[in-house]
């Protein structure tokens, strides 16, 4: 079972680059997030997902542009990155009215930015 | 704005100890608060609680939530080194058919030999 993957596991950028982290889960869930998480902050929402052709903003989306581009896929671009952005990028999925509602990650993407 | 608080940020323990994590909560439209182990990559899911007062299980770990107070604990017993993890707590909202779950900052506990 693949669950949800994300791609690449790792990325080291210069600042001023643009790239896409790319999502996908095979679970037919509806919701899809994307978090970031850095030392000593937990894991913080940038965007979500509650179905194909919606999206909202978390707690920290400056920066950020999403794009849910079919039930499975949900990908996360960077414009014009920023070391600030230095950070571990997690992808996860749910469908909240089946089951107990637990939030399925990826592996993570580690991104640095020089 | 939504808010999850833990508590203590890191302890160090030996094994045996008990150990007691703590998460509060302020989050509109509340449904549930759910606690992930994270070890080396993804967090791994432990526990979801709904009710007030009805204590989760599994094994040595064991949480329950209280609506009233806005809280949850989550008990290590008989603690071992396999339990060094960063354990963050989420607390999940709804909203018109919406959900979304934000996380504390975690607690990293360290287990001693």
Redesign the interface.
Known sequence: NAGVTQTPKFQVLKTGQSMTLQCAQDMNHN?M?W?RQDP??????IY?S?SEG?T?K??VPNGYNVSRLNKREFSLRLESAAPSQTSVY?C?S?E?RRG?????????SRLTVL | EDKVVQSPLSLVVHEGDTVTLNCSYEVTNFRSLLWYKQEKKAPTFLFMLTSSGIEKKSGRLSSILDKKELFSILNITATQTGDSAIYLCAARSANSGTYKYIFGTGTRLKVLA
């Open positions: 919701s997030y978090y000593g902050m937990g894991l913080r929402l979500y509650a919606t909202d978390g707690e997690f996860a749910s909240p107990n509602g637990e939030l399925f990650f990826g592996e993570g």
